[in-house]
């Protein structure tokens, strides 16, 4: 779901959307990044009668994040994220010191105690999937991956010999090195014959590419249809 902002805001010629979204990728902040900040800003102006982000300030910002706290009952953890939005917006992207910024009162986390599956919880989750399902469930499990480090890997990032996965981009944009749990392995392997001979009917229809991260696409133009950048 892409998050636009009122195409009526403009700064310099663009949308403020746009303004938000190169700021935002110059800086190489991930996806997700993006898609929050972009919809807090849009709901920020949308609280606020689409009144433009250089006629309010501080004030404004406040009412929202206890409109956020009282009415939406929201999380300290959600409530934060907003305002973090919204002092990049003005900091970033509008070239905005807002003095008043140091009164905004950050909302305090509370400390809790983390919930973590037994073995034997995350054996009757196990058992309750099967086929691509399973893979991905056990990956997350034995490998450590986050759901999204999931979703994004390639076959080229699978190393079955070293019985490990490298993590490109992963959490702060870092590359890291996992283990391959040994229960997943000879069904990832079939999984990923199955999905090669899909990928080779796909070329032969003409189709058969995938989106490269940066600027690879351009640098290397059929690198998109290789086997190795596909997803498993």
Same mark, same amino acid.
């Given at each position: ?5 009122? #195409? ?17 990728? #110059? ?42 706290? +009282? ?50 919880? +995350?054996?009757? +989750? ?74 080779? #009917? ?31």
């Amino acid at each position: 779901m892409e998050y636009v902002i009122p #195409t009526n805001l403009k700064t310099e010629g663009m949308s403020l959307s746009d303004e938000v979204r190169a700021a935002i990728r #110059t800086r190489h902040y991930s996806i997700r990044t993006e898609e929050a900040y972009l919809n807090w800003i849009k709901r920020f102006i949308l609280f606020h009668d689409e009144k433009h982000p250089k006629e309010m300030g501080a004030t404004e910002i406040q009412h929202f994040l206890s409109h956020l706290a +009282v009415r939406e009952n929201v999380a300290a953890s959600t409530q934060n994220q907003c305002l973090c939005a919204l002092v990049f917006l003005y900091k970033q992207v509008l070239n905005i010191e807002l003095p008043e910024f140091d009164k905004i009162v950050w909302a305090k986390k509370p400390k809790k105690l983390p919930v973590v599956f037994s073995k034997a919880e +995350v054996k009757s +989750v196990l058992e309750q999937l099967s086929g691509t399902y399973w893979i991905m469930a056990n990956l997350l499990y034995g490998s450590g991956l986050r759901l999204i480090e999931c979703l994004r890997l390639r076959v080229k990032d699978i190393d079955f010999n070293k019985d490990q996965i490298t993590v490109r981009a992963g959490k702060g944009d870092r590359d890291r090195v996992t283990m391959l749990p040994e229960i997943v392995e000879q069904p990832l392997r079939h999984h990923i014959n199955k999905v090669k001979k899909l990928h080779e #009917t796909d070329l032969t229809n003409g189709s058969g590419s995938v989106y490269l991260p940066y600027a690879l696409e351009r640098k290397y133009p059929n690198a998109s249809k290789e086997w190795g950048w596909l997803a498993p």
